[in-house]
T-cell receptor, first 113, second 112 residues
């Protein structure tokens, strides 16, 4: 799996957009970008994933650069409940290699009133 | 629908004792996983199972064993617990190895 680099922590004002960056400069052509988050003491929660096109769901948007070497997770209107550690993970999505969902350090997002 | 349940919620265990952490899912997912998370760190994969009857090793399998007798259950056994196995253990499942992973609430294990 390609290695990812994320800032260790970020702050965001409640109601504003939270933009969480992730660098994955060694990503290969068949690797997807996945985002999970972990709210304190809970199990991780899937947010979104994509290959090369931008993706949007009810939770967030994922913007992947054209060269696929970096991506940004956008929470459009952050709330206090979005305070969590956000993990950016890059991996293939098929076969046994898909099992190796490797969680790094993540970004600790603090949403402040 | 409960999703994934884990038991016990927490446990304090003497070193050398045998312990089985239980995990059950009701989503009929084919794949199941066990992770450990040490304080302040990310999750590390211990073992996985792509389908009932098969298992595989993850990043940190030593000291742990698993079985997958049916689709719903995926117990993790520590044959002889050691203090370095003190951690929070998360079970997860997905409909396929590449699919969205659903996590359980975790089991907090302390080995003294």
């Amino acid at each position: 799996d390609a290695k990812t680099t994320q800032p260790p922590s970020m702050d965001c004002a409640e109601g504003r957009a939270a933009n969480l960056p992730c660098n994955h400069s060694t990503i290969s052509g068949n690797e997807y970008v996945y985002w999970y988050r972990q709210i304190h003491s809970q199990g991780p929660q899937y947010i979104i994933h994509g290959l090369k096109n931008n993706e949007t769901n009810e939770m967030a948007s994922l913007i992947i650069t054209e060269d696929r070497k970096s991506s940004t997770l956008i929470l459009p209107h952050a709330t206090l409940r979005d305070t969590a550690v956000y993990y950016c993970i890059v991996r293939v999505a098929i076969g046994n290699a898909g099992n190796m969902l490797t969680f790094g350090g993540g970004t600790r997002l603090m949403v402040k009133p | 629908i409960a999703g994934i349940t884990q038991a016990p919620t927490s446990q304090i265990l003497a070193a050398g004792r045998r312990m089985t952490l239980r995990c059950t899912q009701d989503m009929r997912h084919n794949a199941m996983y066990w992770y450990r998370q040490d304080l302040g760190l990310g999750l590390r994969l211990i073992h996985y199972s792509n389908t009932a009857g098969t298992t595989g090793k993850g990043e940190v399998p030593d000291g742990y064993s698993v079985s997958r007798a049916n689709t719903d259950d995926f117990p993790l056994t520590l044959a002889s617990a050691v203090p370095s196995q003190t951690s929070v253990y998360f079970c997860a499942s997905s409909d396929s190895p590449g699919g969205e992973r659903f996590f359980g609430p975790g089991t907090r294990l302390t080995v003294l």
